[in-house]
Structures are given as C-alpha cells and as structure tokens.
C-alpha cells in the first residue's frame, strides 16, 4: 500500500502544478456554492468567515516557513530531491509545514465553496495526495540522509506544529520579508483570486442576471491581477534580491 502511494506521491509531487487546478475546477463543477445553509444566510456569511480564517491561517503558515528557512519544492527535473537536510526554522516545528499551510488553504477554498459533497471530497482528496507526496519525499531522505533523517523525524512531527521547538529552531535567524514577498506573492495571487472567483460563482449561480455585486468582484480580480504584475515587475528587476552578508 505504502509502495503503492509513493507512486502516486512521485506523479502528482511532478505534475502537480497542473493536476491541482483541474482537479478543482471538476470538484467546483460539480455543484455551485450555496447561498445559504440550512435557510441561513447568517450561517452561510459565519461560514465563509471561519473558511477565510483558514485560508489566511495557511497563508501565514507559509510566510512563517519562507521568511525563516525556504526550500525549493520544484525538487530536480520535476523529480523529489534535496541537497540538504533542513532542520531549522519551522522545518524545526513541523517536518512538511509548507503542506501543512497548503492544506489550510486549499481546506478553507474548498469550505468557503460550501458544498458539502464538494468541501468533503476535495479535504479529503487533498490530504491523500499529499500524504503520497510525503511519502515519496520521506522514502528519498531517508535513503540520502540516513541516521540524520531518522533523528529528525523521531524529533520533529509529520504534520502536526510543536511550538515548543520554535525558540530554538529560529534561534540566531531574522525574518526576511523581501523573501516572502519575492517566493510567495504568486501563492497569496491565486488564494485571493480563488476566494474572489468563488464569489462570483455564487452569485451567478444564485441570481439569472449578473447583480452589481459581479461587477465589483470582478473589479476586485482586476485589482490583484494589477498587483501581481507589479510585484512580478518588482522582482524581475531585483528590488526584493537578498544581500549576503560579507564578513
């Protein structure tokens, strides 16, 4: 079984890019957000607000693990791998905890829909793919790393945050924001037009003409699509490079 996942850890860990967009846009197809549920649209507003929550949460995650310490997922031609066995920063808190913040995002994308079909379906399919991720990653650090790896993990938890290792593991490190912005702002782009598009969705599907509130949303992806831009533009041109420091 576990051989079983590591493959399937291997395809989605090198298309997954690809895969994970379809994989929502079918799941969204399926049936459009509801307007309210059970009858409410006080529960429906308190749900999107818990959804947003967790969508932020991951997102705070991310910028957590980036500014401390970043490790390149794309790994080596779509393959997993790694030079290095990083252990410091949140990596000291959680062993996976860039997975951890995208499965907040994605959970909070996939509540904030609200389908119940859709949401548990889509959590669901999610924490399996990327336990099969991490799997494969697991299966190739134990075999380059060896004793190293096995200490880390009997140190440090799969999926869960202990905070308790925070001090330590971030001890001597400052928090680089140029970093976050520079490898996350393309992440914090798709969060927020995902949360915009759903809205759209809802109310297009709740209402035969297209109300105000359409035109505003879509204002409102024009806006970060502008602001991606920028930020791209930005980078291209080295304004969040990091200095080395010299000695």
Not at 6 to 34: C, D, E, H, T, W
Not at 105 to 122: D, E, R, T, W
């Amino acid at each position: 079984m576990k051989a079983t996942m590591i493959g399937i850890g291997n395809f989605f860990f090198k298309y997954r890019n690809q895969a994970f967009p379809l994989i929502i846009v079918a799941l969204f197809l399926m049936s459009s957000p509801p307007a309210e549920i059970a009858g409410s649209v006080a529960a429906e507003r308190v749900k999107d607000l818990m959804a947003l929550l967790v969508i932020f949460s991951g997102l705070a995650l991310r910028a957590s693990v980036i500014g401390y310490a970043y490790i390149k997922r794309g790994g080596l031609k779509k393959r997993v791998y790694a030079n290095d066995l990083v252990t410091e920063g949140m990596f000291g808190v959680c062993r996976n905890p860039l997975y951890v913040g995208n499965m907040l995002i994605y959970a909070g994308v996939f509540l904030l829909h609200g389908n119940p079909v859709v949401a548990i379906s889509g959590i669901a399919l999610f924490l399996f793919i990327y336990q099969c991720i991490v799997y494969a990653e697991e299966a190739f650090l134990e075999d380059k790393f060896g004793d190293a790896y096995r200490a880390y993990c009997a140190d440090v938890p799969r999926w869960l945050l202990r905070f308790s290792n925070f001090a330590a593991s971030t001890q001597g490190m400052v928090f680089n924001v140029k970093r976050v912005i520079a490898k996350d702002y393309s992440t914090v782009s798709a969060a927020l037009l995902a949360v915009l598009l759903i809205e759209i969705y809802r109310v297009v599907g709740a209402t035969s003409v297209p109300p105000v509130q359409v035109y505003a949303l879509a204002s409102l992806i024009a806006i970060v699509a502008a602001a991606t831009g920028v930020v791209s533009m930005l980078k291209k041109r080295g304004a969040f490079k990091e200095h080395k420091a010299t000695s």
